[in-house]
């Protein structure tokens, strides 16, 4: 299984980007899906997460209101729309697919990742 993620970069404060994940080697349709993010010396944290079916989702508090997690399973990809971005969203950006069906905020339930994207926001 392979994740490939784009879409990272710099961005000032109240701008807009667009992550995507691409995934290869596994039908994606069958399982959860979810954007991490992690901070220096820091444990990679749920940023949202997306069941098979697309259906249900989970936001961090953070990201509530301002970032959108979409899949499309026929195109085995993940999106993660993050608008209105603080400083404080500078991280290093990792697609993950679930070895369960729904959606999960827990890193224990991801076992394929991506290689990481970086964000990065001036204010």
């Known amino acids: 299984v392979q994740l490939q993620a784009s879409g990272g970069g710099l961005a000032q404060a109240g701008d807009s980007l667009r992550l995507s994940c691409t995934v290869t080697?596994?039908?994606?349709?069958?399982?959860?899906v979810a954007w991490f993010r992690q901070f220096p010396g820091k444990e990679r944290e749920c940023v949202a997460a997306?069941?098979?079916?697309?259906?249900?989702?989970y936001y961090a508090d953070f990201a509530e209101g301002r970032f959108t997690i979409s899949r499309d399973n026929a195109e085995a990809t993940i999106t993660l729309q993050m608008n209105n971005l603080k400083p404080e969203d500078t991280a290093l950006y990792f697609c993950?697919?679930?070895?369960?069906?729904?959606?999960?905020?827990?890193?224990?339930?991801?076992?394929?990742w991506g290689q990481g994207t970086q964000v990065t926001v001036s204010s």
């Open positions: 997306i069941g098979w079916h697309g259906i249900t989702r």
């Open positions: 080697g596994r039908t994606l349709n069958r399982y959860g």
């Open positions: 993950a697919v679930s070895r369960l069906s729904g959606h999960s905020k827990f890193l224990d339930d991801y076992p394929y």
